[in-house]
């Protein structure tokens, strides 16, 4: 299965006990869907992944895929920086019926690109699932090089993809020159899928996506099909919405977003705190002109 172009890295709700919502779980999934999201991923960074217990992600998968069946792909993150649990969470991950698998860049340990090529290779073992390696070191302090992503899709059939957030483009290029046939390369900046379309990227992991993935659909087919000047009004018109959301550490903006949308989504859960009211305006005004069709039903 096609693990999307359209990605949104969905919320994680929670209810007024701090305990995952999984009913509103789905209830949000249908609606990303609903909006022209192909791809979720699920129990990520903006999911709030590293605070969900394993039991929680798993029911996670569960609930996410049974909300939205065949009608996205949901990609399910179980990496970590401990290689026998990512493994064994991957196996689980796959019982629950996802369809594919995140798999980050360890983070703390601060891995060896060998280190990194037994990592991956360990979790690309476990699994028949198609997994995309996320690459985000200003979160997990290692950067993979693109000589380590492209040895590990070489090596491994079911390696097919890459969130690529380093924010570097050079990075970019040097991946998109030289990745194998088929081989996925997903955007995992907002600010940056407009320059990343130009070079040739399939897609995006976004955050901004929970409001605005009709317009990075309408981005991506404009790319694709010539039209540059389109593109780039869309992109640059996206710009306010970009900085609101990230105004503050993700998800902390992109969740009470939602929450002003219609949805429960509940606090974030600590180490992260609450949003801060001087924020609240900006993010509010950023969303206004998405928020009549972001209203729940």
């Known amino acids: 299965m096609k693990l999307g172009s359209i ?8 209810d007024q006990s701090g305990e995952v919502d999984y009913k509103e779980a789905g209830r949000i999934a249908t609606w990303l869907v609903d909006r022209g999201n192909d791809g979720l991923v699920v129990a ?26 065949d009608r996205a792909a949901v990609v399910a993150n179980t990496g970590g920086n401990d290689t026998r649990a990512s493994a064994e969470l991957t196996k689980q991950a796959e ?30 073992q476990a699994t028949t699932l198609p997994i995309i390696i996320y690459n985000i070191p200003g979160r997990t302090g290692a950067n993979m090089l693109p000589s380590t992503l492209l040895e590990l899709a070489n090596r491994h059939h079911n390696i097919v993809g890459v969130k690529e957030s380093s924010g570097d483009i050079a990075q970019f290029a040097d991946i998109l020159r030289s990745r194998p046939k088929g081989f996925t390369f997903f955007c995992g900046d907002d600010h940056l899928f407009l320059a990343s ?46 900085k609101a959301l990230f105004s503050t550490t993700s998800p902390i903006p992109v969740k009470w977003a939602m929450s002003q949308a219609g949805f429960g989504t509940g606090e974030t859960r600590l180490p ?10 900006d993010v509010l005004a950023a969303i206004m002109r998405f928020k009549e069709s972001a209203v729940a039903v």
């Open 272 to 281: 992260l705190g609450p949003m801060p009211d001087a924020l609240k305006a």
């Open 7 to 14: 990605v949104t890295a969905m919320i994680t709700p929670f």
């Open 44 to 69: 990520g960074t903006t999911g709030e992944g590293p605070t969900l217990a394993t039991g929680e992600r798993l029911r996670l998968f569960e609930a996410v895929k049974k909300a939205v069946g």
């Open 95 to 124: 019982a629950t019926g996802a369809d594919g698998i995140l798999a980050v860049v360890p983070f703390y340990n601060k891995p060896t690109q060998d280190g990194m090529l037994g990592h991956f290779g360990a979790i690309a």
């Open 197 to 242: 379309l130009a070079l040739g990227a399939d897609g995006i992991v976004g955050v901004a996506s929970h409001f605005c993935s009709r317009e990075f659909l309408a981005m991506l087919d404009a790319m694709q099909q010539g039209r540059t000047a389109e593109a780039t009004r869309i992109g640059l018109d996206l710009v306010p919405l970009f």
